[in-house]
């Protein structure tokens, strides 16, 4: 019987689960890492509040023009994609036999991109490549590394990440608003233990302390 190329509603369900997954638990890890790194680093906290407060106000929820001018808040999300990005790894098959980098690589062979290790390779970024410096990002995404690919959260070529707009947009909004109405930090019962479970979460959770900002 010759195959369909119709979409079949199992398809369609199929295509909405990965969706779902691919779309909700990375976007909600990334703001997960970026308060912790916030917590952490109460300057950029302060930094990133003085800008949403310049561009926003105290309530305004951020409106499209807005997000283009939250640069510090931008290159903070940068900095934490790079040193904590959701997914550590990606995956490609040759489809033909191939040459890359002086490697003969067979048709059909696997090959792992380890995000994780490229965002942390002193050769790529630095001497501080295990710290958080946002204003790496200062320059651009394109000037931050020594290598033109050196930070791929959402993966690089034809199969990048479809999402990586509207994960960026949800990340920024929440943050922002956020950032309007509270300070935070880390609760004392916080461990640092990141660790990979299919994506690269805080082990012992992220208990972290909000103070609303009105009763500071
Ligand atoms: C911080 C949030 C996110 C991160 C870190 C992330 C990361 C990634 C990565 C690394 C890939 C593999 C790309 C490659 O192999 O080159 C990918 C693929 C994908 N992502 Fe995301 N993603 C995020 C958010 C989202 C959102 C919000 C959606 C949808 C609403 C989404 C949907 C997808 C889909 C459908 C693919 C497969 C694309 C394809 O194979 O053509 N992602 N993502």
Redesign the pocket.
């Given at each position: 019987m010759e195959a369909s190329n119709d979409i079949s509603v199992n398809d369609i369900i199929e295509e909405c689960k990965?969706?779902f997954f691919?779309?909700?638990q990375?976007?909600s890890?990334?703001l997960t890492w970026t308060a912790v790194l916030l917590a952490m680093h109460p300057q950029w906290q302060v930094q990133a509040r003085e800008e949403v407060l310049r561009v926003c106000g105290l309530r305004d929820i951020p409106n499209k023009d807005d997000f283009v001018k939250l640069k510090t808040l931008s290159m903070i999300l940068n900095e934490s994609?790079r040193l904590y990005?959701?997914?550590v790894a990606?995956?490609?098959r040759t489809k033909v036999d191939a040459e890359l980098g002086g490697y003969m690589i067979p048709h059909g062979t696997e090959l792992l991109?380890p995000?994780l290790a490229v965002h942390h390779d002193k050769a790529i970024w630095g001497n501080d490549a295990n710290e958080f410096n946002p204003a790496r990002f200062s320059g651009g995404v394109a000037r931050a590394a020594k290598h033109p690919i050196g930070f791929?959260?959402?993966?690089?070529?034809?199969?990048?990440?479809?999402?990586?707009n509207?994960?960026?947009l949800?990340?920024k909004l929440a943050l922002s608003i956020i950032l309007q109405r509270f300070s935070f930090k880390l609760a004392p019962t916080y461990q640092h233990a990141p660790t990979v479970l299919m994506l690269l979460y805080p082990q012992y959770g992220a208990p972290i302390i909000f103070q609303p900002l009105s009763q500071i």
């Open positions: 990965s969706f691919a779309g909700k990375t976007t890890n990334l994609l990005p959701p997914t990606t995956i490609r991109i995000i791929i959260p959402f993966g690089l070529g034809v199969r990048t990440c479809i999402g990586q509207l994960a960026i949800q990340a």
